[in-house]
């Protein structure tokens, strides 16, 4: 018995969710995969001994440390009761843990990929808060009297 408790999930409704919530399915049944494989009850094509090699679960892993600040903030934003408010506060929330993430020297990144994180988070940032009409969200967030 592996002792997964849950099986492959389907995809989200935004981009990030549906990477995050997949990957992390997957990364969680990877086990099962395995065994799977090993068995050969599967066979997959373009796998080291029928099964990804270590790099395609460290990379899995490097995918879903990134996009998991995008997705939780991306669900939380989706909320009914989420106000203008609430968006920009989710956004400097998830700039602040992709910040960790690309200045922590224990995460094994690549430069080019860390560059490539913050210039994306930047060009996002700018065109939804910098960019948009009349400051929507940071006056909201100014006249927010819970923020």
């Known amino acids: 018995d592996l002792n997964i408790k849950t099986g492959l999930k389907s995809s989200g409704k935004t981009c990030f969710s549906t990477v995050y919530i997949s990957g992390c399915s997957l990364h969680t049944n990877m086990p099962a995969i395995k065994a799977l494989c090993n068995s050969k009850t599967v066979k997959l094509k373009n796998f080291v001994d029928g099964f ?17 600040a995008g997705a939780k903030a991306t669900t939380c934003i989706e909320l009914t009761h989420s106000t203008v408010s609430d968006v ?8 602040a843990e992709l910040h960790d993430i ?11 990929v860390r560059e490539d994180i913050r210039r994306i988070a930047n060009f996002r940032w700018k065109a939804m808060m910098e960019q948009a009409p009349r ?13």
């Open 102 to 112: 690309i200045t922590d020297p224990h995460i094994l990144m690549l430069n080019g």
């Open 88 to 95: 920009y506060v989710f956004w400097l929330a998830t700039l």
């Open 135 to 147: 400051d929507v969200y940071y006056t909201g967030f100014i006249l927010d009297p819970h923020a």
């Open 52 to 68: 990804p090699n270590g790099a395609f679960s460290a990379k899995l892993q490097e995918l879903l440390v990134i996009v998991a």
